[in-house]
């Protein structure tokens, strides 16, 4: 739990708001510190890894069976996973991160390698290798930091998204974010640019879900929550269209 000055418990609206920003903190980021449990030694040992996640917010990894985390995993899948929404800060403290605590697996989801390349297109190069497989950290808990004096401990629950009901979401996933790419580029940019203040510049979309969709640029990831819970193709048509003609109302241009 969060604690406050005077030692106090938070108010919900409090650890409910630090859970939303921490899934968009995950959602968010393309890289984190991985640490895992030396298979020699027992100490911690932390390696950068490039992450995406599932439609229900589960970090997941292409990683070889070659690196020493990996290993390290097979040995015991402990692990935990520093997403660092520091940025450019000239006072990093003063910026949120999160670290999530749990359990690292491999995995045979059947969107973990869609999303996954989605957001690292150059990972494509080596993702069949015979070595590489796909792996999830499962969290159970996670220690957010929104600056200073923001310390909330979550559960697991308040990490995930539940994605019940929206399974034809994501059975429509891919179809989405092509027609977006292919057809709708200049949407995406007004999503970055006027919804997100982010630079001009081909963004793509890299995935969709109930509570967002995923936009990437180079290095940069932006995370466009939805105004509500969507569940459908036909939803997230009407709620894509509705966050466009928000962006043009701010583009005087248009």
């Known amino acids: 739990m969060a604690v406050d000055d005077e030692g106090k418990s938070p ?3 409090e650890v409910k708001q ?3 920003d921490a899934r968009a903190l995950v959602r968010s980021a393309l890289k984190g510190a991985l640490a895992t449990v030396h298979k ?5 040992y932390a390696s950068l890894v490039l992450t995406a996640t599932e439609p229900d917010g589960t970090p997941v990894f292409l ?4 690196a020493l985390h990996t290993q390290n995993l097979q040995s015991d899948s402990r692990a935990t996973l520093l997403i660092d929404g520091t940025g450019d800060a ?3 403290m003063t910026g949120a991160r999160v670290t999530l605590i749990g359990n690292v697996r491999s995995t045979q989801s059947a969107t973990a390698r869609a999303r996954f390349l989605a957001r690292h297109p150059a990972a494509e190069g080596y993702a069949d290798f015979a070595d590489f497989a796909f792996y999830a950290l499962q969290p159970e808990r ?3 930091i929104g600056g200073f004096g923001r310390i909330v401990d979550l559960d697991a629950a308040s990490l995930l998204l539940s994605i019940e009901g929206a399974e034809p979401l994501t059975a429509a996933e891919l179809d989405i974010v092509s027609h977006m790419n292919a057809d709708h580029a200049d949407a995406l940019q007004l999503y970055a640019t006027k919804l997100l ?3 001009s510049g081909p963004w793509r979309m890299t995935g969709i879900d109930p509570e967002g969709c995923d936009l990437v640029l180079g290095a940069r990831a932006l995370r466009l929550p939805f105004g509500s819970r969507i569940t459908s193709a036909a939803a997230a048509r009407q709620e894509l269209v509705r966050l466009t003609e928000a962006a043009r109302g701010n583009d005087l241009t248009t």
């Not at 990683?63 to 070659?66: A, G």
């Open 142 to 144: 996670a220690h957010f």
């Open 63 to 66: 990683i070889s069976r070659l």
């Open 18 to 20: 630090a859970a939303a």
């Open 90 to 92: 000239d006072d990093p």
């Open 40 to 44: 020699a030694t027992g100490h911690p």
């Open 11 to 13: 108010a919900f609206p």
């Open 197 to 199: 203040g982010a630079a």
